[in-house]
């Protein structure tokens, strides 16, 4: 049995975090986090998600409730809330881990969660689908043949209209991704203006759109002359992110020290 606490609560992941973590038999929920102006709204999670059984307090104070966990899952809307969460978790002297799956963290903010992970476990992913996770393996596999062999490379991610953040985090991996495996390092977003001798060939574009409730969709395209290879994924509920955050969360607990993602998760490195 894993104890977990969610911070960012509140919020429609946090809410969908803790129904999936609610049915789940191996996972106790202990506590939520939510931001002072909004976390006297309610007094537990049973009283957020219908379960009037369920006594988990919600509280603005991490340090209120940090006896109580074994591992803090964290989607809270600030990138430094978080890393405030994940400074007292790597000075406390009881050993917890911790599961992120906020984004819009910038480099710094990301040399400084891999330094603190030295000391506790710290499974951050853009995004925690089962699904999404394989993509970014299928992706790995597809820019690896495909290296040096004329094809054009673009990413397409759509999300609902309140997403703070653009490219999606998700988007960024992949691009990352290809980086890696194909060398190109040139990455625009979007795409105007004149192009006299056609599409540069050492260049990623990245397509971010935005509009109505779409939970997300990503699509990498591989364009060669004569034929393309797309690679999709299409979220239809946030419950898929939910249950991978909750998976993560059961794997984490009592893992060495260090920075981890889904791929560590799922084993599919």
């Known amino acids: 049995m894993v104890k977990v606490a969610i911070s960012g609560v509140l919020g429609r992941m946090g809410r969908a975090i803790s129904r999936i973590a609610y049915e789940d038999k191996d996972v106790e929920l202990v506590a939520g986090i939510e931001s002072p102006d909004c976390a006297h709204s309610h007094d537990t999670i049973g009283e957020v998600i219908n ?38 978790l790597a000075s406390d002297k009881n050993k917890k881990a911790m599961v992120i799956g906020t984004t819009g963290f910038s480099e710094e903010e990301l040399k400084e969660i891999k330094e603190l992970s030295k000391d506790l476990p710290v499974v951050l992913a853009p995004n925690m689908s089962i699904g999404v996770n394989l993509l970014f393996k299928l992706v790995q596999e597809a820019a690896r043949a495909l290296k040096d062999k004329g094809y054009d490379i673009e990413v397409v991610e759509m999300h609902h209209r309140f997403k703070k953040d653009a490219p999606s985090g998700t988007a960024v991996k992949i691009v990352d991704i290809l980086k890696e495996e194909t060398g190109i390092n040139k990455v625009v977003y979007g795409r105007s203006g004149d192009y006299p001798e056609g599409r540069p060939s050492d260049e990623i574009a990245v397509f971010a759109l935005r509009g109505g409730d779409v939970v997300g969709e990503h699509t990498v395209i591989f364009a060669g002359l004569g034929e393309r290879i797309e690679l999709t994924h299409k979220a239809g509920s946030r419950d898929i992110f939910a249950k991978g955050a909750v998976e993560a969360a059961k794997w984490v607990k009592d893992k060495p020290n260090g920075l981890y993602d889904m791929m560590d998760v799922l084993n599919l490195k």
Do not use: G, Y
């Open 51 to 88: 379960k009037p059984d369920l006594k988990a307090p919600i509280t603005p104070d991490l340090a209120k409730v940090i006896d109580q966990f074994d591992v803090l899952i964290d989607f809270a809307n600030s990138t430094e809330a978080v890393l405030s969460h994940l400074r007292l």
